[in-house]
């Protein structure tokens, strides 16, 4: 089946330390996103990549890094530099240029907590 | 960016229709009317797009104001799977072709009622 994985589920981490979120397709998707959501809120964008070897800054990208070496990848570090990395993270992909488009697709994310 | 209104919140009853309402009067004509909905503990889900047209798919109808500046999320049928929150989204598609960057606002958490 095609579709997106996140991994973990659940994280924990000390405060202070780098973690990196997995994020993976398989549905030959150009473009992929990551968003944040805090209780009760909507999704915020962190960042986006509408190709391989490139990407963009989202709405708040500060204490954030994401890499896109390859199609089916991109990973998002939070760094020790956000400063209330506690959250969902969700990751998303959508077929972008290489095809029709039918909405965004998401995986079913990772809760982060900072102790 | 065009900014959407939605109630906080609706209640309806199991098996009868669900109308969803959505105000965007300051939409553009390049953007798009998306609506994403999220079950608890679960990412967002895609429900249904439109531009100007009334349209149609399995999950669900969207109804589009003639001035556009309005739109009303249809199910048919609710049944407790539907319960959820629903986003309205705009996406304007001249300044993000080639991809589908969202923004999300608090939505409508829809409560079903067995």
Redesign the interface.
Known sequence: DGGITQSPKYLFRKEGQNVTLSCEQNLNH??M?W?RQDP??????IY?S?IVNDFQK??IAEGYSVSREKKESFPLTVTSAQKNPTAFY?C?S?P??SGR?????????TRLTVL | DAKTTQPNSMESNEEEPVHLPCNHSTISGTDYIHWYRQLPSQGPEYVIHGLTSNVNNRMASLAIAEDRKSSTLILHRATLRDAAVYYCILRDTLRDFGNEKLTFGTGTRLTIIP
């Open positions: 150009d473009a996103y968003y009760g809120q909507g999704l915020r964008l986006y509408q989202g709405d969700l998303a959508s972008g240029t488009t039918d909405g965004q697709f998401f995986g079913p994310g």
